[in-house]
């Protein structure tokens, strides 16, 4: 017999609920038969030895702590789901199920239920990446790059891709302009240090150089999402509406207004008399955002 052993009671696991000659090959009196390889389209109990992993796994990281809880659930309960594989000559390749293998591996199985079925590599991509995104808890960037994947190596356009993971098309838009954001904030993003609420306002922003600095005050303040929002809505805002010179701003005023405007990243209102004398208003939406105008005024 092989060390893979079937489960009596509420531990049969898969094995035990598939009528599968391919999953345990005896006679009625016990002894074994030759094994017969798993035919495609059919469950079948396959040797991990035998099973390669899926060059197109877009997940990069897998969590230690919960891989070894399913390996003791599967010592117990056994594999219920079984993995998906494709023949490769007298091997087989994975195409989705490579945290189940892991943990059965874990587990210290020497065979896994599979499902056999053929694909080709866009199908095979499609597969992993489509069980990763909807089963899988991937990172804000690990979402985004397995979309962008898809559409670079399965010529997908976003709404196509929107219908194949069941996101709507500014839900794909938005994660893939994740990919647009300085490499500072992507691995922010990656590392959990700001979140996808976080990430949405920043996305908003348009220069860079302002984007790493409101990433700044998040990391250094922990700026919650509403205020980041305010924040960037603030900068968002700044607008310079053209004066004539019969209302005392001229176009040397409004040029330095909006030199001011984007130096402190707020709107900012010069006032200026006929006698050149006059005012400038500095608006802040919050004590933070004070804090961070009197920082720059090295106040």
């Not at 943990?103 to 992993?128: C, F, H, N, V, W």
């Not at 993003?189 to 922003?205: E, F, K």
């Amino acid at each position: 017999m092989t060390s893979f052993q079937r489960k009596t009671g509420l531990g049969k696991g898969l094995s035990a609920l598939l009528d599968d000659s391919d999953s345990v090959n005896q006679t009625k009196n016990g002894h074994e038969t030759p094994e017969v390889s798993p035919q495609i389209g059919h469950i079948g109990q396959v040797n991990i030895a035998d099973i390669e992993t899926n060059p197109f796994q877009p997940r990069t990281e897998f969590d230690q702590v919960a891989l070894n809880e399913l390996s003791e659930s599967i010592k117990v309960q056994g594999l219920i789901q079984p993995i998906t594989v494709r023949k490769n000559g007298n091997t087989y390749q994975l195409i989705s199920g490579e945290r189940r293998l892991r943990a059965s591996k874990l587990a210290g199985l020497t065979q896994i239920p599979a499902y056999i079925r053929t694909a080709d590599d866009q199908q095979m991509l499609e597969m992993a990446l489509i069980e990763n995104i909807q089963r899988e808890n991937l990172n804000a960037i690990e979402v985004a790059l397995s979309f962008q994947q898809m559409i670079d190596e399965c010529n997908l356009k976003p709404e196509q891709l929107g219908e194949r993971v069941g996101k709507n098309r500014t839900t794909v838009a938005n994660y893939l302009r994740l990919l647009k954001l300085p490499p500072a904030i992507q691995a922010s993003i990656r590392d959990g240090r700001i979140s996808m609420g976080h990430a949405r306002a920043l996305i908003s922003v348009e220069e860079q150089d302002k984007q790493l600095f409101i990433h700044d005050e998040i990391l250094a303040k922990g700026l919650s999402v509403r205020k980041v929002e305010d924040l960037v809505r603030s900068i968002n805002h700044v607008q310079v509406k053209p004066r004539s010179t019969a209302n005392g701003v001229s176009f040397e005023y409004q040029k330095l207004q909006k030199d001011l405007a984007t130096k402190f990243a707020t709107k900012v209102k010069l006032k200026v008399n006929d006698h050149g004398k006059g005012a400038i208003e500095i608006p802040f939406v919050s004590s933070d955002d004070l804090n961070r105008i009197l920082a720059l005024l090295d106040w």
